[in-house]
């Protein structure tokens, strides 16, 4: 959902959430996603073909998932004069690896790793503090919080998709 409201921000118009969970995708529609897809029950590849006709722009895996990963290269623009653009945020554990069709990359394509918005916090903060009070960023959104007692529920909200965030207050 983050990078949905980054989307916003740097004003992207096509805004294209895909997930498995449809309770996520409903927020993600809240989230002013423009669209969504459900990937558990359609072809991501062929829908996002279909609303952008060559491909998306940009991509971004959030999920730390290889077969993820593959469907947002996939998605790129297959070649021309738009070079698409994937980034890598899920974490993933060390010596995942991932299959890639070489020869699309060779299209001009780029995939990179992203650690923390690869941003510089002294700098990055300040700007997400900002837009926030300007309405354009509303992590607190973002947010659902528990107390610490029930850590269980937080845990099995947040795998089932229920919540975003959950945060334990002591």
Request: proline content about 6%; some cysteine; overall charge negative.
């Given at each position: 959902?983050?990078?949905?409201?980054?989307?916003?921000?740097?004003?992207?118009?096509?805004?294209?959430?895909?997930?498995?969970?449809?309770?996520?995708?409903?927020?993600?529609?809240?989230?002013v996603a423009t669209h969504t897809i459900n990937s558990g029950k359609v072809d991501p590849l062929?829908?996002?073909?279909?609303?952008?006709?060559?491909?998306?722009?940009?991509?971004?895996?959030?999920?730390?998932?290889?077969?993820?990963?593959?469907?947002?290269?996939?998605?790129?623009?297959?070649?021309?004069?738009?070079?698409?653009?994937?980034?890598?945020?899920?974490?993933?554990?060390?010596?995942?690896?991932?299959?890639?069709?070489?020869?699309?990359?060779?299209?001009?394509?780029?995939?990179?790793?992203?650690?923390?918005?690869?941003?510089?916090?002294?700098?990055?903060?300040?700007?997400?503090?900002?837009?926030?009070?300007?309405?354009?960023?509303?992590?607190?959104?973002?947010?659902?919080?528990?107390?610490?007692?029930?850590?269980?529920?937080?845990?099995?909200?947040?795998?089932?998709g229920k919540v975003l965030k959950p945060v334990?207050?002591?």
């Amino acid at each position: 959902m983050s990078a949905i409201l980054a989307a916003i921000v740097c004003g992207c118009t096509t805004i294209i959430a895909v997930d498995i969970n449809s309770d996520r995708l409903e927020i993600a529609k809240k989230f002013v996603a423009t669209h969504t897809i459900n990937s558990g029950k359609v072809d991501p590849l062929a829908a996002i073909q279909e609303i952008t006709g060559e491909g998306a722009d940009f991509t971004l895996e959030c999920v730390g998932n290889p077969k993820v990963l593959q469907q947002a290269v996939d998605s790129l623009p297959r070649g021309g004069p738009r070079c698409g653009v994937c980034g890598l945020l899920g974490v993933v554990a060390p010596g995942t690896e991932v299959a890639l069709d070489m020869d699309k990359i060779m299209n001009g394509w780029t995939v990179r790793g992203i650690i923390a918005g690869d941003s510089v916090p002294d700098l990055f903060i300040p700007i997400l503090i900002e837009l926030y009070r300007q309405g354009r960023f509303p992590f607190d959104r973002l947010i659902t919080f528990y107390p610490f007692g029930e850590i269980k529920k937080a845990v099995e909200d947040m795998e089932k998709g229920k919540v975003l965030k959950p945060v334990l207050r002591p």
